[in-house]
């Protein structure tokens, strides 16, 4: 199987975990290849507009791999959200990026607000969709979605697949890396992780 590639669209105020889970996720992928005594499955890559650092919504600062200009084509794209989200909504290089990306990706994701990206750049434009409990209601007034779902982890219509906020891109990229490759070998990731969630306090959500 090839490797596949993978963006991580990520830009001032991005939510750290809405990227940070799933490139977990797909990077474990390869560790798990490793171990199968094969070739790394995934090229994992953080894409920005420009090369400067990028400081996250709680204030982690990360260094992109490429800049929109350098990334023409992706197997896979994931736009993560935070309060970002909703100023790269007005941007038009980035609309326009994730628009020609998405016409020749084999997956389109998103994580929290990221759900906003795409819409506004059309790939999930009169799609279902998901994002963050608190957002649901903007993201309806928007009038771009076929249908903002609730309660749901993640949402896949068609090769658009978004998750509600933060931890849920672990869960979708899980999904996913079960869809590209197998459920066993993302059970095999998903057990890499320690991913088992049990959390000591219940949600009231």
Not at 68 to 93: I, K, Y
Not at 121 to 128: I, L, S
Not at 179 to 192: E, N
Request: glycine share 10%; hydrophobic share 45%.
């Amino acid at each position: 199987m090839a490797v596949l590639s993978i963006g991580i669209f990520i830009f001032d105020g991005v939510e750290e975990l809405d990227f940070a889970g799933p490139w977990e996720v797909f990077t474990m992928g390869n560790e798990v290849a490793k171990h199968m005594g094969r070739k790394p499955v995934h090229d994992v890559r953080l894409i920005a507009e420009r090369h400067q650092p990028i400081v996250c919504a709680k204030g982690m600062r990360v260094l992109p791999d490429l800049t929109m200009g350098q990334c023409a084509t992706l197997d896979v794209l994931l736009v993560p959200g935070g309060q970002g989200a909703r100023r790269e909504v007005d941007n038009p290089a980035a609309l326009s990026w994730i628009a020609h990306i998405a016409k020749e990706a084999k997956w389109v994701t998103s994580v929290c607000t990221g759900a906003l990206l795409l819409t506004a750049a059309g790939p999930a434009k009169g799609k279902r969709v998901t994002t963050h409990w608190s957002f649901i209601d903007t993201l309806r007034a928007r009038g771009e979605a076929a249908e903002v779902v609730e309660r749901q982890r993640y949402v896949q219509d068609g090769n658009i697949v978004s998750a509600a906020g933060v931890s849920a891109g672990i869960d979708m990229a899980l999904w996913l890396t079960g869809q590209i490759h197998s459920p066993d070998f993302a059970r095999t990731v998903q057990r890499g992780m320690e991913y088992d969630p049990a959390p000591p306090y219940g949600s009231q959500a």
